[in-house]
């Protein structure tokens, strides 16, 4: 029995015969990642010397009395605020929850011990009671001490560095030691980059925003791999090809691929930054910026680091061995 038209389809793809020399800009690139890494950097530091950490920390890592308030009537925010410091927190912390919602969420820092933490839901209700006329409910309560603060936030650090180096072993062992470094490097400019946008507007980390970061460390290795494997491939076709020019043909024919998946992936996720509310701003937030780094990373860092590496081998007298892919059994 026939299967019609859909024998021999062809995937779709948005661009056909590019010829971009994506190796000629890696300069342009290099300044790219530099001028944001760096002054993801320097923003990080001058955190660190305000607060004594690279970026402001949710109640989850610093420990403290978070509140989720819904008011009866629209609240102002300023009102709330100055209800707060005449009731002594003047270290709380007031935002707005949600869209249309009247809804707040008030955080109070880690307390001097873990005992005191425990009052800081019946501080913010009865400041509210006392210095604010607007009938209210409470939604949600949660106290995190500075001892699992601290717990919370040496695990999430774990998590990351254990992700990065077991899929510097996978790749190790699937391609080569190089493309497994040069992958993981690209994995830690993303984070970095990612993680330095928060840092530059004062956006908190929590553990949403870890679980983010650790999906766009699994999302942009996946993209990577693919132009990895797709170098490979034409490796065993064309070995006399200078790799340069090997590498810029690879990525030119994963670049369909990769603006259909990235490109549908960064709507979502931009979506969700625009209507999911504060509750999913800094989860959002961190997908958004890292798909569209971690898209950047796969072409304009991973792929010119094998190139190098190849050139710096050649400088030594040495060969280059980057491994081409095993041809298929007939």
């Not at 497994?180 to 980390?205: K, M, P, R, Y």
Request: net charge positive; aromatic share 10%.
């Amino acid at each position: 029995m026939s299967c019609g038209p859909q024998e021999g389809r062809e995937p779709v793809e948005l661009f056909h015969s590019v010829n971009v020399d994506w190796l000629g800009k890696k300069w342009y690139f290099l300044g790219f990642s530099l001028i944001f890494s760096v002054a993801g950097i320097i923003s990080m530091g001058m955190h660190w010397a305000r607060i004594g950490s690279p970026v402001p920390l949710g109640v989850d890592f610093s420990g403290g009395t978070q509140v989720q308030v819904q008011f009866q009537n629209t609240p102002d925010i300023n009102r709330v605020r100055q209800a707060a410091e005449v009731a002594g927190m003047r270290d709380a912390k007031i935002q707005s929850y949600g869209s249309g919602t009247n809804e707040m969420l008030i955080s109070l820092p880690e307390q001097m011990n873990e005992a005191t933490l425990d009052t800081g839901r019946e501080q913010i209700v009865n400041a509210l009671k006392a210095h604010y006329d607007n009938p209210f409910t409470v939604r949600n309560v949660q106290v995190v001490g500075p001892t699992v603060g601290k717990q919370l936030e040496r695990q999430a650090g774990l998590a990351t560095l254990y992700s990065l180096i077991g899929m510097l072993i996978y790749l190790w062992f699937r391609f080569q030691l190089i493309y497994g470094v040069a992958a993981v490097v690209a994995v830690f400019h993303d984070t970095l980059i990612t993680v330095g946008a928060f840092a530059l507007t004062n956006q908190e980390i929590s553990l949403t925003v870890i679980a983010a970061i650790l999906t766009l460390v699994g999302y942009s290795m996946n993209d990577t791999i693919v132009v990895f494997d797709r170098i490979r491939e034409n490796l065993r076709m064309s070995r006399r090809e200078p790799l340069a020019d090997l590498v810029n043909r690879s990525i030119n024919q994963t670049l369909s691929r990769t603006v259909l998946t990235s490109g549908l992936t960064f709507l979502t996720v931009l979506s969700l930054y625009i209507f999911g509310g504060q509750v999913l701003r800094g989860f959002s937030f961190a997908l958004v910026i890292g798909i569209l780094i971690g898209t950047y990373s796969s072409i304009a860092v991973a792929a010119p680091m094998l190139v190098a590496w190849q050139e710096w081998r050649a400088k030594q007298g040495k060969a280059a061995v980057l491994p081409a892919a095993k041809r298929g059994k007939a």
